[in-house]
């Protein structure tokens, strides 16, 4: 396997113009210059630096009427870097390419059998890493680095992970250590919400805000947290842990325990679409039950946090996810000043899929944001 690593080292101005280059598509020198303070001189050598590089390309000259050259439009170059996520879901290993814009190149997932020693997973990730940059002819390309979204909480040693139950054999190892020596690449580990809130906040939907609030409602619950652009991890790197409000013997309003509900009427969880299609009692029932759950969690949030965007997302299935934006949306805007300017709850660009494309998109992250 020729797996070669291609580290980036930009600075802090760099990472800037890539960034406003990012927000706003395409923009000229002329534009760069007004956003971000620098004189004409510098942004044409620090244009000149990226363009070398392969970060950023030209585009057609745009006439506007005025004397002199006509300006080139600056852009992102998809295929100037990429890189890659690795997430972890019960019974799966999903495995995420992203370009330098952040748009998908391949998402592929195998069979993981839980709870057996870190090394036979490493090697079966290294294996899927292989494959999927084969496939796409990418083994040569430089790669900014491999992200991991890992459920579970940060220890007090700040490198152990409490893993949940089916990878509990991962909890007295050291995850940073392991993956690192595992690839080539730049390796950074994440909490698996945080990594699904930074695709959400990433996917494009969402180019306008800065504060962004993302609920996964899947196996668990917890939150991501995107304040002014940047990832707020805590004091402890363990921010939104929202589980902590509820202990493991009560129902949670999570995906797994839908289906738990489901299952003890007598239902058939494949039966989702249609038992809540007709209106089933059960599933009308879960869902008020989950909304008063919620509730008091998204004004917590509006209280402490001031997000312009609340997501709720996660495996849960799209339609329940749609039918509580709604509700909580209507409970929200009925209980504040009407003056008040406040989230809007909104439903995740992804599904599970968010989490591996999180994890891709660590390495831009950690690598492009000059906020981080």
């Avoid at 390309?57 to 870097?81: C, F, I, W, Y």
Wanted: glycine share 10%.
């Amino acid at each position: 396997m020729n797996l070669v690593s291609a580290p980036l080292e930009l600075s802090a101005t760099q990472r800037n113009l890539i960034d406003l280059i990012r927000n706003h598509g395409t923009v000229t020198r002329a534009e760069l210059s007004r956003l971000s303070g620098l004189t004409p001189g510098a942004i044409t050598q620090q244009c000149r630096e990226l363009i070398f590089s392969g970060l950023i390309v030209e585009g057609e000259p745009v006439h506007d009427g005025k004397r002199g050259q006509p300006s080139l439009p600056l852009r992102l170059n998809p295929g100037g870097a990429c890189s890659v996520g690795v997430s972890f879901s019960p019974g799966f290993i999903d495995i995420a390419v992203v370009d330098l814009s952040g748009k998908p190149l391949i998402q592929v997932s195998e069979k993981h059998t839980e709870n057996r020693e870190i090394t036979l997973t490493v090697n079966q990730v290294i294996h899927m890493v292989a494959g999927a940059l084969k496939k796409k002819r990418l083994s040569n390309s430089r790669i900014l680095g491999i992200g991991y979204a890992v459920p579970g909480f940060l220890k007090k040693d700040g490198r152990k992970r409490q893993t949940v139950a089916w990878l509990d054999t991962w909890r007295e190892v050291d995850l940073q250590t392991v993956f690192s020596a595992a690839l080539p690449y730049p390796t950074w580990v994440e909490n698996i919400v945080n990594a699904s809130a930074i695709a959400e906040y990433y996917s494009g939907n969402h180019s306008n805000i800065s504060d962004l609030v993302l609920i996964d409602l899947g196996y668990g619950i917890a939150a991501g947290i995107i304040a002014d652009s940047k990832l707020l991890s805590g004091g402890f790197s363990n921010a939104g842990e929202l589980g902590m409000s509820f202990p493991l013997d009560l129902p949670r309003p999570s995906y797994k325990d839908l289906l738990i509900t489901l299952e003890k009427a007598g239902l058939n969880p494949g039966d989702l679409d249609s038992l809540y299609d007709s209106g089933n009692t059960v599933i009308e029932c879960w869902i008020a039950r989950v909304c008063d759950q919620l509730e008091p969690i998204i004004f917590s949030c509006i209280q402490w946090l001031d997000p312009e965007v609340i997501t709720l997302g996660g495996a849960m299935p799209k339609q329940i996810v749609g039918r509580l934006v709604k509700e909580l949306n209507k409970r929200v805007r009925g209980k504040l000043e009407p003056l008040r300017p406040s989230a809007q709850i909104e439903a995740s660009a992804f599904s599970k899929e968010g989490a591996s494309r999180g994890a891709a998109m660590l390495p831009l992250y950690y690598t492009l944001n000059i906020k981080k």
